[in-house]
Nanobody, 124 residues
Framework: VQLQAPGGGMVQPGGSLRLSCTAS????????MGWFRQVPGKERQLVAV???????YVVESVKGRFTISRDNAQNTVYLQMNTLKPEDTAVYYC???????????????????WGQGTLVTVSS
């Protein structure tokens, strides 16, 4: 599967941004989808994941602000980011894991497919 995640950009603190990631080349419904982020000098970290069964999990630091969703008809996963903070500044990556129906993978090493990364900058 190939993943394309255009978007990203600069937004002021408190603002919102929606990232999208579109898959091609395979059956999107077979994959659990995740969003990760990485800042220079640090490891790539999970932000949110959504299973094939549409179960969504977001990490504590973004809970209540970020929402992950998927549209199987459009082969797309979204990350809606609200009330953005400067510490959300990072390169965001979407990832896919060919998974079982209820699998909700949270580890970076579980994902076999990655998008190219998109920069989100939160700054005034």
């Amino acid at each position: 599967v190939q993943l394309q995640a255009p978007g990203g950009g600069m937004v002021q603190p408190g603002g919102s941004l929606r990232l999208s990631c579109t898959a091609s080349g395979s059956i999107f419904q077979h994959y659990a989808m995740g969003w990760f982020r990485q800042v220079p000098g640090k490891e790539r970290q999970l932000v949110a994941v959504i299973s094939r069964a549409d179960f969504a999990y977001v990490v504590e630091s973004v809970k209540g602000r970020f929402t992950i969703s998927r549209d199987n008809a459009q082969n797309t996963v979204y990350l809606q980011m609200n009330t953005l903070k400067p510490e959300d500044t990072a390169v965001y990556y979407c990832a896919a894991k060919d998974s079982t129906y209820y699998d909700t993978p949270t580890s970076l090493g579980e994902y076999g497919y990655w998008g190219q990364g998109t920069l989100v900058t939160v700054s005034s």
